[in-house]
């Protein structure tokens, strides 16, 4: 069973930035586009960028256009999420999702993700 881990959560002050990693110990991540969502406290599950098996194409919500990007790194087998100039609209669990489905195009959506990771906390506050 395919279990994603998120890493790089952490404390930071608006304006600044964060790197968060999404891997699967054990797992290769080859032929799975990944995307990664947020939830805030008390509020819903929202994406926030996806890439695809390839890594050829890439979308993200408009609240984080231009401050955040995704990548992947097939030799760590690793997905990446850059976010700079980050406000405390961004806090949140943020969760990587996996699916064997996005090879041209893939998804923010929830209900599309096959596997979940656990979450990391990013909280924006001065």
């Known amino acids: 069973q395919l279990q994603l881990v998120e890493f790089g959560g952490g404390l930071v002050q608006p304006g600044g930035s964060l790197r968060l990693s999404c891997s699967a110990p054990g797992f290769s991540l080859d032929f799975h586009g990944i995307a990664w969502f947020r939830q805030g406290s008390g509020k819903e599950r929202e994406g926030v960028s996806c890439?695809?098996?390839?890594?050829?194409?890439?979308d993200y919500t408009d609240t984080v256009k231009g401050r955040f990007t995704i990548s992947r790194d097939f030799a760590k087998n690793t997905i990446y999420l850059q976010m700079n100039s980050l406000k405390p609209e961004d806090t949140g669990v943020y969760y990587c999702g996996a699916s064997e489905n996005f090879y041209s195009r893939c998804s923010i959506d929830v209900e599309d993700m096959e596997y979940w990771g656990r979450g990391t906390l990013v909280n924006v506050s001065s």
């Open positions: 890439i695809t098996t390839t890594g050829d194409y890439r």
